[in-house]
């Protein structure tokens, strides 16, 4: 059974930093990308960031760049996305989701984060006040 768990959101003050986690089972992890979307209320999904296990490549929207770092332990089938200078517009629920298409990193240059996902995680809540 394919399992997305996500942990790591929470409260946080506005400059402040969160390191969410997501792991994985139930699939070849290297065979993947593992992407992080993100939902506010009234809003859109939105596609915030990915990494293919195969690479490493990764991509960002540009909202957060400078700011998210998405990593991979392929040891442990997780990815983790660390979070710094927090803005309240980062508050939403958090999902982390596998995509079949490990090059999406790559394709999400010029397309953004448009690959289907095709396992998604419960999410997790990031609050980020002012």
């Known amino acids: 059974e394919v399992q997305l768990v996500e942990s790591g959101g929470g409260l946080v003050q506005a400059g402040g930093s969160l390191r969410l986690s997501c792991a994985a089972s139930g699939f070849t992890f290297d065979d993947y990308a593992i992407g992080w979307f993100r939902q506010a209320p009234g809003k859109e999904r939105e596609g915030v960031s990915c990494?293919?296990?195969?690479?490493?490549?990764?991509y960002y929207t540009g909202s957060v760049k400078g700011r998210f770092t998405i990593s991979s332990d392929n040891a442990k089938n997780t990815v983790y996305l660390q979070m710094n200078s927090l803005k309240p517009e980062d508050t939403a629920v958090y999902y982390c989701a596998a995509s079949p298409h490990p090059s999406s990193p790559i394709t999400a240059q010029a397309t953004g984060m448009m690959a289907p996902y095709d396992h998604w995680g419960q999410g997790t809540q990031v609050t980020v006040s002012s």
């Open positions: 990494i293919s296990s195969r690479d490493g490549s990764t």
